[in-house]
């Protein structure tokens, strides 16, 4: 069984097609997604797909490249999250690959999600780019260690890897670990305790080697595992099984879901 533990299943790509992707999840045992909020404006549409479906989550927050969106509030964002399909606060962080300016409004919108993720008691999902020493700041600072979360989609260093898993994280690793030029993501990923990471796809984007460059699916996160496998020496088997395991720890899910 494997976890995708980061997908965009609202985006129309896969939206339009969502019955062939729920099937290629079931043909590659990918028994569970979470659908991963990115603003309020769609978060109906994500929490539609985990109400519709057993093997679905979702995760309520706005992504911070996201400027002409409804600015969430704490109280909100308690709300929203007291749904029990509702997984975890996010996604959220900082981002100053697009806004190389590090508006200050970023890091407002990170606090109040890490605040909400304490109120509510459940974990946080962590986007970071560009802006990993003030990401691990803030999480310190606001106490993100009391709930916990997933660093999603890393491609920072070692050393931040380490930081974050100090802090209570888990690391995830998406498609970019397949590719060719990412040789310091791979010898991070090696080097880093199996019983920290988790696997995504953040898919429709990043689609994993050997579909490099195509609409990406929840059931595509296989080629990350198997890959994972490989980069470690590692049997995929046990790799399915500890980032499921993670995943279950990460998120504070019952296995009843599975
Ligand atoms: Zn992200
Ligand atoms: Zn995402």
Known sequence: MLVDSHCHLDFPDLADRLPDVLLRMQENRVDLAVCIGVNLEDFPKVLALAEAQPNLFATVGVHPEYTDVEEPSLEQLVQLAAHPKVIAIGETGLDYYWQKDQPEWQ????????????????????????SAV??????????????????????????????????????????????????????????????????????????PVPHRGQTNEPAWVAYVASYIAQLRGEPVEQIAKQTTDNFFQCFQLNRSYS
């Open 134 to 207: 003030d990401t691990l700041r803030l999480l310190k600072e606001e106490g993100a260690g009391a709930v916990g979360g997933v660093m999603h989609c890393f491609t920072e260093s070692y050393e931040v890897a380490k930081a974050a898993i100090e802090l209570g994280f888990y690391i995830s690793f998406s498609g970019i670990v397949t590719f060719k030029n990412a040789k310091d993501l791979q010898a991070t990923c090696k080097a880093l305790p199996l019983d920290r990471l988790l696997i995504e796809t953040d898919s429709p984007y990043l689609a």
């Open 107 to 130: 890091r407002e919108r990170f606090r109040t999600h890490i605040r909400a993720a304490k109120v509510s008691g459940k974990p946080l999902v962590v986007h970071t780019r560009d």
